[in-house]
Nanobody, 123 residues
């Protein structure tokens, strides 16, 4: 499976941005999908995840109420809508695919990783 993330950019605090990840190489509808982020000099951290059927979504406490994960199986794409962005959201955002189908909060559970897209939020 190949994952290609896009949609990052530079925005002001309070702005919105949507990042997307397109999957290819196997049936997308069986994969749990997750978003993680890694800021410069920091460890990778969980952001959001969605189950294979779209019925379960989980979020890090730091983004709850501001970010929304969704999936479009017809386009083999997972989106992360980010609203009310803060400077502390600045990071490389990486998408990941989970063969187990559930999309967990644990990076080690994921089998496939994309290359990431940079999101920079200035104050």
């Amino acid at each position: 499976v190949q994952l290609q993330a896009s949609g990052g950019g530079s925005v002001q605090a309070g702005d919105s941005l949507r990042v997307s990840c397109v999957a290819s190489g196997r049936p997308f509808s069986t994969l749990g999908m997750g978003w993680f982020r890694q800021a410069a000099g920091k460890d990778r951290e969980f952001v959001a995840a969605i189950s294979w059927n779209g019925k379960t979504a989980n979020y890090a406490d730091s983004v709850k109420g501001r970010f929304t994960i969704s999936r479009d199986d017809a386009k083999s794409t997972v989106h992360l809508q980010m609203n009310s962005l803060k400077p502390e959201d600045t990071a490389v955002y990486l998408c990941a695919g989970d063969l187990g189908g559930w999309g967990t909060e644990t990076a080690e559970d994921y089998d496939y990783w994309g290359q990431g897209t940079q999101v920079t939020v200035s104050s």
